[in-house]
């Protein structure tokens, strides 16, 4: 009866063809919530990511914003981001974001983006940060960057700021490690007696530097080397030796 009942329904339902459809609809509110939709799960999805200390590229989400004019969107969360998280490596990371935001804005007609980031401008930003205070130094970036959204040439200079900051942060974070690192007294080697360090050579295959950000933030790192010795030996080294009286 079910199997019956079925087919026949179906026949007589009201059909819609696909002109009929295109007919009914907004294609272009469609697509402009299609559009917004995209960029609030991207924006999730990298404040997610950041938060998290994720192991995922976010370049692809930046570029499509710069694309489609949700930059600012884009921009507005990672100064959210940036200014509110306490890890200065997930601050860092995020302002080496921004930076990848603005050098997509600029495309290929503002020059490099290697070089000086030493702007008056930016310094007092600068200083905060150098001094621990995270939040206030991003929120000065973000006044700055305002001034400096005109043009491309701006655009990647500003860039090249943001990637100063990103270092300064990152070497926090680095530093944070003499937490781990406990110092004692003892016994002083006996005078005219050699210290003596030796290692093995380090051969660099492929991709020496990509395991170092901001490079390895969007793009990964993968670094492939092997340790040798010569002629049995561990080539490089060094030594040392207390002597009684200073010499030049």
């Known amino acids: 009866m079910a199997l019956t009942y079925c087919p026949f329904r179906w026949r007589s339902s009201w059909r819609l063809s696909l002109h009929d459809i295109q007919a009914n609809i907004d294609r272009q509110t469609e697509f402009d919530e299609k559009r917004q939709l995209y960029f609030d ?54 302002l080496a974001c921004i930076a990848d935001v603005l050098g997509c804005l600029a495309g290929d007609r503002g020059g490099l983006r290697s070089g000086p980031a030493a702007n008056k401008q930016w310094m007092a930003a600068y200083s905060m940060l150098e001094g621990g205070d995270i939040r206030g130094g ?67 295959l492929a991709g020496g530097w990509t395991d170092t950000p901001p490079i390895t933030y969007e793009h990964g790192g993968a670094v492939t080397n092997v340790a040798i010795m010569v002629d049995g030996q561990r080539p490089v080294g060094a030594k040392a030796k207390r002597i009684a009286e200073c010499v030049l």
Request: net charge neutral.
């Open 41 to 94: 799960i991207a924006r999730r999805k990298i404040e997610f990511t950041l938060i998290n200390c994720g192991n995922e590229g976010l370049s692809h989400y930046f570029s499509n914003a710069c694309v489609e004019g949700y930059h600012n969107y884009m921009l507005d969360a990672l100064d959210i981001v940036a200014s509110e998280c306490e890890a200065s490596g997930v601050a860092a990371r995020t």
């Open 138 to 204: 991003v929120r000065a970036m973000q006044e700055v960057r305002k001034l400096w959204m005109d043009r491309p040439d701006r655009l990647v200079r500003a860039a090249r700021h943001y990637e100063g900051a990103c270092q300064i942060l990152i070497r926090q974070a680095v530093m944070s490690a003499r937490q781990f690192i406990a110092i004692s007294e003892v016994d002083l080697i006996p005078m005219d007696k050699w210290v003596i360090a030796e290692c093995a050579v380090r051969l660099d």
